[in-house]
């Protein structure tokens, strides 16, 4: 276990809480460790859904700096390949719904970290940086697919490079996120998205999931294909007919998951 890294799961929801306020939610490499470990359980615990936030105002303000990273002995290289970069691609290829809720900083790696979820949405004060160049570093954890992706080559550029503090309410008008909102909705809001999917029918929503990862990176044919296989596996789920049934008795399915 670690203290800096909080989990809690209610009925299938299983929210992941960055926790070390007086550092804005920095996280040491044996924090990330951990992370890692809880994402990779949630293969088989029972999770339909992840919240990825932090602790008392903040999401992530980056690396803990103090933990020792800037000792020269310490493998920097290593560190990323085996920790942040599977943490990044946890988040996105676990066939699992994962929101990320924002308020106040999310900066490096902690902002990369909200970008690789399948939703984001914040408070409307939170804030997003690409902070890396301030202490002399280039991006880790996926920051420049995501941001080159989400935003064009150019801004991405201008953005990374300046370390620019970009306010929640312009990275949802630039589509990096899902939605700024005010701070008194933003627990509602996720919390009720979050059970939405956690009843939903689970296998088609991991099969979407899967679906849209394809599309990311494959091509036309080949999200066709996986979207074949796919629809096949859906239709022989239980909650495919139960789907039907209450479509034709017009009511609300209660899906299983199943």
Do not use: W
């Not at 044996?30 to 990779?40: C, F, G, H, N, R």
């Not at 308020?103 to 970290?113: K, P, R, S, T, Y």
């Not at 990862?213 to 495919?240: H, I, P, Y």
């Amino acid at each position: 276990m670690s203290e800096k890294i909080l989990v809690q799961v209610v009925e299938g929801i299983k929210t992941i809480t960055m926790n070390y306020p007086k550092a804005k939610n920095a996280l040491s490499p044996d924090a990330t460790a951990y992370m890692l470990k809880v994402l990779q359980e949630s293969y088989d615990d029972g999770t339909r859904v992840i919240i990825l936030t932090g602790a008392e105002g903040n999401f992530c303000s980056g690396a803990d700096l103090s933990a020792g990273m800037q000792n020269p002995k310490f493998d920097i290289t290593e560190y990323v390949r085996t920790t942040l970069s599977p943490i990044v691609l946890g988040i996105r290829n676990i066939d699992i719904p994962v929101i990320a809720k924002v308020e106040g900083v999310a900066a490096g790696m902690g902002a990369n970290f909200a970008l690789a979820c399948d939703m984001v949405f914040a408070t409307e004060t939170a804030m997003f940086s690409q902070i890396f160049t301030n202490v002399a570093l280039s991006s880790d954890a996926g920051g420049a697919y995501f941001m080159a992706h989400s935003l064009g080559y150019k801004k991405a550029f201008e953005l990374m490079t300046t370390a620019a503090k970009l306010p929640a309410k312009e990275a949802e008008t630039l589509g990096l996120i899902n939605r700024a909102l005010p701070a008194h909705e933003l627990e509602a809001h996720v919390a009720g998205l979050a059970a939405q999917l956690a009843t939903g029918a689970f296998v088609a929503i991991k099969h979407t999931k899967a679906n849209l990862r394809e599309a990311m990176t494959g091509t036309l044919e080949s999200t066709l294909e996986l979207e074949a296989v796919n629809q096949g596996k859906n239709a022989l789920t239980k909650d495919f007919m139960e789907g039907v049934l209450a479509f034709m008795q017009k009511r609300k399915p209660n899906y299983k998951g199943l």
